[in-house]
Structure formats: structure tokens, C-alpha cells
């Protein structure tokens, strides 16, 4: 059985989620297919009443890929209630290189990551730094809320 997978994730604001977690993730917006100039012009093809789509809704991307084609796309959902309570998942970026990568070396990659998101529109939860295990993270949330880590 052929299988993909696709995270969706629901938000408010799915223009500016997709133009952070793009940033974080290393992702890129997903061109709309069929050599359709944007979303909006593709649903509109599939006979999508234009009162279905949102004001913006498929001019700028709503989905993000990677551009290598290794991991999932990534579609951020707009819906009409806001995040209430704490995530019961979240992504762990991966950018100080594993345990195998000498302290020193992973504090900086993974501070230099925890600036270039916070530029972006994340917030620093808490720093986890435990030089006697070796341990150095950020806990973070992105733009609307959703934590995630840094490692």
C-alpha cells in the first residue's frame, strides 16, 4: 500500500504560520499544481464558489514542502476558534547535530537557531541547559502559540 503523510495544523492565520514554519523547517510554499498561478486560481478551476474561500485564502500559500521531497507537506488549516491549552505534540528541530557533536559546537548552532526564529516571530519558553548530562535546548512557541523545541 502506497502511503503519504501530511501535517496539517490548524491555526488562524495560515499565511503567516506557513511563512515561519517555511523559515524553521527549511521548508518552501507549495506552488499551486497544475501550472495554476495560485491556490485561489486552481480551486476557482475546480469550481470552489469564490464565497468558500476566505479574503487572501489561496493568493499566498497556505502549505509549505520540502524541498528536498523527503519530508511530509505541511498545510496549515484555518479555523475559527484560537489555541486554548498546551500542544499534545510538537516538532523537535534538530539543529545542534546530535549527541556526537561536541557541547560547545550544539549550544552554538542551536542559539544561533533560537535567534533566527525569534526574528521571525517565535518566543523563547526556556532555555534547558544542563552542561552535567550534556544537555542544551529551547523550548519555543511560534507566532500563535505552538510549542516546539530547539535541540
Known sequence: MEMTVQVTIDCADPQRMAAFWAEALGYVPEPAPDGHPTWRAYWTSLGVPAEEL???????????VDPAGR???VWFQQVPE???????????????????VPRDVRVRRVTAAV????????TVLRIKDDPDTGCYAAAMRDPEGNEFDIV
Open 82 to 100: 484560537p489555541k486554548t491549552a498546551k500542544n499534545r505534540w510538537h516538532f523537535d528541530l534538530k539543529a545542534g547535530g546530535g549527541r556526537d
Open 71 to 73: 519530508g511530509p507537506r
Open 115 to 122: 535567534e533566527r526564529l525569534v526574528d521571525a516571530g517565535a
Open 54 to 64: 476566505p479574503p487572501g485564502a489561496g493568493d499566498v500559500p497556505e502549505s509549505i
